[in-house]
């Protein structure tokens, strides 16, 4: 790529060279949970294209949307996900095809995993849509969904990820180059962890829809309403583990202290003075490190790497009484969801066929969400092992003077990295005006679809991000977005841009989000409730609410904008509506 005086180009370099036309529609939604931010040059060179778009495009031939002729027929252009402007876009399309040849329809993929967005293009329809062999395929795999306990796939996917991470070699036993070697050969396992991502993710419809197609309109009632907390969701359990946390610092008067000074730099001093809560908070970053913000890009910090993120997390948390535990508020969901169930079930009363279906539907809701999740883990724990290593590498660098950081490195190409450890001057030059490169995209409002068919707009032609001007909604109003986790709560509004930025979040105030991933689920502990501008209800950090019992709304286009910071609101997560009480 090449700019002038921070314009960006047309050929950034880690851009798809074309989109799929035969699965045209693409979106940021759901990839904008995960991968908010432009992705680092390394993360996608390394890892993402060369393995994850066709890993993301085989796993949905296994599971049977597509055929594997469908899956690879252009492999300049895998019909999973795609790069544009430096963002991931997801497939509409492909996505799509699960639902129709299903049975289920393509709008109720869009309401699942997209939130039925007015601007997104419709389907069209297409000769091959109803190809009877991947029809039939994913009908088996369809009544697989509604009926399995058990997933061998994704179990073999987490026990690699988890001897890949309990393996990691001496890394100060390894040169650069060695290091480079090791986080190369990790890159190919997300071919096959993402099988389990797509499925069990992709799957995770299959019972919403099920549930949805029973409940008496009338009622006024959600499927997500009677799902509740799944009770087995991986990506909700740093939140349990952090409260522990949070509880050992709330007993203690020195450790109330050390955190009222701050956490920055904290962690050589609880070693040295706080040796037990040093070796709690240490086997937590073991078991939970590799989490942390946009934790699907490569060069972005993990809990391991940055600490003081999730020590910033049990900051927060601290102040919470213990009756407001995760574990109190996952009870009182799970009793809200057993009343809706109890509701939808005296409505059927009469119906064996439709009650065995509402609990088959039900059971496997609560199963795939957690599956879900746990593919997604999968593959984050094997991305975190080579974000590690590499990490190593530009520490050393930086200690020689060669970069001006750590995380420069990941502004390298994978072609570049051998010249790097081996003549660091020869690059070095190069990632430091990329990585000026890379943050001029952070500036660009890139488009929430595309349509590989339409003519690529000019990067130039693309509008900036706007600063939050518009009018903000007034006192009285009621704004409408979608309903992803049940509950009412009121509070103060408190906008939060950055899960690291949370010093003026105080216990019972309502996070207001453009978007969350699960790394900022901890924080949701300490919210009364969540409103996030871009999800649907089975976007990651929606399941996650759910199983910590905390009312959510998502979808609300511009929730940063609207919502003034500092106003009294009532978010209702099962009417999926935030009311501007008063103005702070």
């Known amino acids: 790529m090449t700019t002038t005086h921070g314009q960006v180009s047309d050929d950034w370099c880690v851009d798809s060279p074309k989109l799929n036309e035969r699965f045209p529609v693409y979106t940021r939604f759901n990839a904008n949970d995960v991968l908010p931010d432009p992705i680092t040059p390394l993360g996608a060179d390394l890892i993402w294209t060369p393995h994850i778009l066709p890993g993301f495009s085989n796993a949905y031939a296994q599971m049977g949307c597509i055929s594997v002729a469908e899956a690879n027929v252009d492999q300049d252009a895998f019909p999973a996900a795609g790069f544009r402007y430096g963002h991931m876009y997801v497939n509409v399309t492909t996505a799509r095809l699960t639902g129709i040849r299903a049975g289920m329809g393509w709008e ?11 601007d997104a293009p419709p389907h069209e329809d297409h000769p091959d849509d109803g190809d009877p062999v991947v029809m039939e395929a994913l009908a088996q795999r369809t009544q697989w969904t509604l009926t399995t306990s058990s997933f061998p796939e994704l179990e073999e996917d987490t026990r690699i990820a988890d001897r890949l991470r309990e393996q990691r070699p001496d890394f100060d036993q390894m040169s650069n180059y060695a290091l480079v070697a090791y986080a190369r050969s990790l890159a190919p396992y997300e071919r096959m962890t993402w099988r389990g991502e797509l499925i069990g993710g992709a799957q995770a419809a299959i019972g919403p829809a099920v549930i949805g197609s029973l409940i008496p309109p009338d009622m006024g009632l959600s499927p997500f309403d009677l799902v509740g907390p799944a009770g087995d969701v991986v990506s909700a359990q740093p939140s349990y583990a952090l409260w522990d946390l949070s509880r050992i610092v709330r007993g203690d008067a020195a450790l ?9 730099g904290m962690v050589p001093w609880l070693k040295d003075h706080h040796p037990d809560f040093h070796q709690k908070f240490m086997a937590f970053l073991g078991e939970f490190g590799y989490r942390g913000p946009s934790e699907w890009d490569l060069g972005a910090d993990s809990w391991e790497t940055k600490p003081e993120l999730p020590l910033a997390l049990i900051d927060r948390m601290r102040f919470l009484d213990d009756e407001q535990s995760p574990a109190a508020r996952r009870a009182a969901g799970t009793q809200a969801a057993e009343a809706a169930v109890a509701r939808v079930m005296e409505a059927l009363a009469g119906s064996e066929e439709g009650l065995a279906t509402l609990r088959m539907g039900l059971d496997s809701a609560r199963r795939f969400a957690g599956y879900r999740e746990l593919g997604k883990s999968n593959c984050i724990k094997v991305i975190n092992e080579a974000r590690v290593a590499l990490r190593e590498v530009g520490k050393r660098l930086t200690a020689e003077g060669h970069l001006d950081h750590p995380q420069q490195v990941f502004m390298a ?13 020869l690059v070095t030059d190069i990632l430091k005006q990329r990585e000026q490169d890379w943050k001029a995209y952070f500036d660009i409002e890139v488009p929430l679809f595309l349509d590989a068919r339409a003519p690529r707009v000019p990067v130039a032609d ?3 991000k706007a600063r939050e001007s518009g009018t903000a909604a007034e006192v009285g109003q009621t704004l409408q977005a979608i309903g992803a986790a049940s509950g009412t709560a009121s509070g103060r509004a ?9 010093a003026e979040f105080e216990p019972g105030d309502v ?5 969350t991933d699960p790394s ?3 924080l949701f502990v300490v919210a009364s409730a969540v409103v996030v501008g871009v999800g649907a209800p089975n976007s990651h950090a929606m399941i ?11 979808g609300l286009e511009g929730a940063t904008r609207l919502i003034p910071d500092g106003a009294t609101v009532t978010v209702d997560g099962s009417a999926g509506t935030v009311t501007i009480d008063s103005l702070g």
């Open 256 to 264: 109330m202290e050390l955190f009222d000074a701050g956490v920055e």
């Open 520 to 522: 900022w689920t901890p």
């Open 462 to 464: 693309v509008p900036r």
């Open 494 to 502: 408190r906008i939060i841009t950055d899960p690291s930025a949370i």
């Open 413 to 425: 190409l994978d072609s570049e990295l051998d010249r790097l450890v081996l003549q660091p001057e």
């Open 511 to 515: 996070l207001i989000a453009p978007q």
């Open 544 to 554: 996650v609410s759910r199983e910590l019992g905390i009312p959510c709304v998502a």
């Open 108 to 118: 109720a993929i869009d309401a699942s995993f997209f939130g039925s967005h007015p």
